[in-house]
């Protein structure tokens, strides 16, 4: 197991040599966002998928595989984001989810505050005492999840349940670095937002298979 230095060490080079993408993505990401929330068009929802199929897909490959060291990023972390990426392409073509604004205002509050959560990632890295580029950015493994998660959790019943439990593994893992591990307490969010996700399947189960049936 690597140590916290090394941890925020190997984020710090990731950060330096993709920031472009980074930015690039997460533009892309924000103006798709309200394009979904507002006009709801297909063509909205396929651009969604494609750019949190990328961003699986990127980390996956980038993050894990060339820029992490050691087995469990090359066997398991790698794989799942892998999986994930592919889901949500061949959700594109099955169009089982349909991200949307809940209807429900206590939805719509909470969804639109996981996004905002996303979105301070860095913000929250920063209080605690970090700087760039040794931040989670909104493009890193765990904001990322954390989005995908706040987006298909407001989409219930409109969801492929094979995308949204997927997301959950990795979501869930995040309780260690909730507890202390690499000083990354902003993971806390990561987690709170994988018990969210568990609970919203668990209460939309029934709806969801109607609905894909």
Same mark, same amino acid.
């Given at each position: 197991?690597?140590?916290?230095?090394?941890?925020?060490?190997?984020?710090?080079?990731?950060?330096?040599?993709?920031?472009?993408?980074?930015?690039?993505?997460?533009?892309?990401?924000?103006?798709?966002?309200?394009?979904?929330?507002?006009?709801?068009?297909?063509?909205?929802?396929?651009?969604?998928?494609?750019?949190?199929?990328?961003?699986?897909?990127?980390?996956?490959?980038?993050?894990?595989?060339?820029?992490?060291?050691?087995?469990?990023?090359?066997?398991?972390?790698?794989?799942?984001?892998?999986?994930?990426?592919?889901?949500?392409?061949?959700?594109?073509?099955?169009?089982?989810?349909?991200?949307? &604004?809940?209807?429900?205002?206590?939805?719509?509050?909470?969804? @639109? =505050?996981?996004?905002?959560?996303?979105? +301070?990632?860095? /913000? %929250?890295?920063?209080?605690?005492?970090?700087?760039?580029?040794?931040?989670?950015?909104?493009?890193?493994?765990?904001?990322?999840?954390?989005?995908?998660?706040?987006?298909?959790?407001?989409?219930?019943?409109?969801?492929?349940?094979?995308?949204?439990?997927?997301?959950?593994?990795?979501?869930?893992?995040?309780?260690?670095?909730? &507890?202390?591990?690499?000083?990354?307490?902003?993971?806390?969010? @990561? =987690?709170?937002?994988?018990?969210?996700? +568990?609970?919203? /399947? %668990?209460?939309?189960?029934?709806?969801?298979?109607?609905?894909?049936?």
């Amino acid at each position: 197991m690597m140590t916290t230095e090394e941890f925020w060490s190997q984020l710090g080079t990731y950060n330096t040599a993709t920031w472009h993408v980074q930015v690039a993505w997460t533009a892309a990401v924000i103006v798709i966002i309200c394009m979904v929330f507002t006009r709801r068009t297909a063509w909205a929802n396929i651009s969604m998928k494609v750019l949190l199929s990328f961003a699986f897909a990127w980390n996956g490959a980038v993050y894990f595989l060339l820029f992490s060291d050691g087995p469990v990023y090359d066997f398991f972390f790698a794989p799942l984001f892998f999986a994930v990426a592919i889901l949500f392409i061949l959700d594109i073509f099955v169009k089982r989810t349909a991200f949307s &604004l809940p209807e429900n205002r206590w939805k719509r509050y909470i969804t @639109l =505050f996981w996004i905002l959560l996303w979105l +301070l990632y860095p /913000l %929250i890295g920063l209080a605690l005492g970090r700087g760039f580029p040794k931040v989670c950015t909104p493009m890193n493994p765990c904001p990322v999840t954390v989005l995908a998660i706040g987006l298909t959790a407001a989409a219930i019943p409109r969801i492929d349940r094979k995308s949204f439990i997927s997301l959950l593994p990795w979501a869930l893992m995040g309780l260690p670095k909730c &507890l202390g591990v690499y000083q990354c307490h902003e993971d806390c969010v @990561l =987690f709170a937002a994988g018990v969210y996700g +568990l609970v919203m /399947l %668990i209460v939309g189960w029934r709806a969801i298979g109607r609905e894909s049936a």
